[in-house]
């Protein structure tokens, strides 16, 4: 019997995403991105790394530590997220590593999973692309990129549960 580790875990649930655009959860993405930013911009205050806002916290957070390179080429390899904005598939890996790194028992910040609003994000719809503007492009929405100090706070940005997610949605309809 095998037993599941965080990085299979996460590389089941990037595989089984529909990358279809779903313009009906616009309000629930773009929250998920703005969640995203604030978690990514405590994290690299927190390692004193970077690279915000889309880098791999891993390689600051447990150097050295990666997923194994199997894993890694079949999410990148995987021809609905080809066709995503690079940028996309690159946060899919450094999930996978950040992951790895949780498998791997690394000491890591006690902070909230960074890349989880956006897998989230991307199970509810699809990805994203930046813009030359400084927006990133979340179905017809754009979201102010800013600063890192735009963005770095304690409050979250988005829901917790999918059912908040969903009203969210509703809301806007």
């Known amino acids: 019997m095998s037993r599941t580790t965080a990085v299979s875990d996460l590389a089941v649930r990037i ?5 279809s655009r779903n313009l009906d959860r ?21 390692l ?19 997923a194994a390179d199997e894993v890694v080429s079949g999410v990148l390899e995987s021809p609905a997220l080809v066709r995503q ?7 899919c890996v450094w999930a ?12 890591l910040p006690d902070l909230p999973d960074p890349f989880e609003p956006l897998m989230r994000m991307y199970e509810r719809g699809g990805g994203f692309a930046l813009s030359t503007t400084g927006t990133i492009d979340v179905g017809r929405a754009a979201v102010y990129r800013g600063t890192l100090l735009d963005h770095l ?10 059912a908040e ?6 809301a806007g309809s």
């Open 85 to 91: 904005f690079y940028t996309v598939g690159h946060t």
């Open 26 to 46: 616009t309000r629930s993405r773009v929250a998920l991105m703005r969640e995203y930013l604030r978690r990514a911009a405590v994290w690299t205050r927190t």
């Open 96 to 107: 996978l590593h950040l992951a790895a790194a949780r498998d791997e028992g690394a000491v």
């Open 15 to 19: 595989h089984a995403i529909d990358w």
């Open 48 to 66: 004193e790394a970077q690279g915000w806002p889309f880098y791999d916290i891993a390689e600051f957070a447990a150097p050295g530590v990666r």
């Open 153 to 162: 706070g304690d409050i979250p940005k988005a829901p917790e549960s999918d």
């Open 165 to 170: 997610l969903d009203a969210l949605d509703a």
